[in-house]
């Protein structure tokens, strides 16, 4: 990788920088006073039309058929308003942590304790779904520690601060250059299931034309099939789990193991795992969709999706 020249190092500080006093500043903040300060901020990023095009159009290609023009407006404003609500958790996580048994209930031990007893790495699927950072920093305390699969940001200062936030609490943090195809990264992910240990990979962005075609909202959308192809070649269990608000309470929720056994080739086996994957995502939000993070250019492979993130 090129190294950046003086003068983007230095942008790349200045901005490090500017985040990092701006997170100290509202990390002392009462939470009573950092709750509603975030969700207003990120409600005035949506006035200022921030990301404003890609939410609407992924809303409208989702749920455009089912919901009227008032319901999807009710939904952007609600998604805003929940994206700034996930942002004070992560800065709260510590004080969170303080009454988990309030703010966090985990469902799926016996799935995981059935995973542990065969000696087995275990690839966890999840989505940029509800506070899943928080509920990472959830599980360690009641003794489930975990890698993540996190791709590398350019800016090599605030990359540092995102392993640190992943990695709290005693988890890892595997960075790659791309979920795709990074062999490096790849080793180091395979490693980590021989050993036995469990890793989670968030894999619900477009992955472009050498991603894994599967459906979402009955919409063709492309997955990166990396970490699920070299789980499947090893013959790791496979399972989803997901991080919602329900009742004023975080609840992670980890599934039953995706059967791929069928499967004749490890393409079809990679085609089954990410395909019922999406299924599940997809429910999951439906149920809540304010929770989704639709600010990520969900279908950015699909042609008229994409014209309007322009518009």
Known sequence: MKKPSFLENARQYIVWLAAKCAIGAL??????????ALRGLASVFRILGVR????????????????????????????????????????????????????????????????????????????????????AHYLPSIGIRFS?????????????????????????????????????GGTKFFKTLKQGDYVVALVDQDAGNTGTKTTFFGLPTYLPGGPVALACRGGFPIATA????????????????????????LTEAVNIVLEEYSRRLEEKVRKHPEQYFWFHKKWKSHPEIRAQYKK
């Not at 990390?27 to 509603?36: A, D, K």
């Not at 700034?84 to 303080?98: H, T, Y």
């Not at 090599?156 to 936030?165: G, P, S």
């Not at 997901?242 to 080739?265: C, K, M, Q, V, W």
């Open 27 to 36: 990390s002392i903040l009462p939470l009573c006073i950092l709750f509603p």
């Open 52 to 135: 404003k095009r890609v939410v609407r159009a992924n809303l409208r290609a989702a749920l455009g058929k089912e919901l009227t023009e008032q319901e999807l407006a009710r939904i952007e404003r609600d998604c805003y308003t929940e994206y700034g609500q996930v942002m004070a958790e992560i800065l709260a996580s510590d004080r969170l942590l303080e009454y988990k048994k309030e703010q966090y209930e985990f469902t799926g031990r016996q799935i995981l304790d059935e995973v542990t007893q065969s000696g087995k790495g275990f690839l966890v699927l999840t989505g940029h779904l509800g506070s899943f950072v928080n509920a």
């Open 148 to 184: 993540f699969i996190a791709k590398r940001i350019a800016n090599k200062y605030i990359n540092r601060e995102v392993e640190a936030v992943y990695g709290r609490h005693g988890n890892k943090l595997i960075s790659v250059k791309s979920a795709q195809n990074d062999p490096e």
């Open 242 to 265: 997901f991080a919602t608000r329900e009742s004023g309470r975080i609840l992670i929720e980890l599934n039953t193991p995706i059967d791929y056994s069928s499967a004749n080739s």
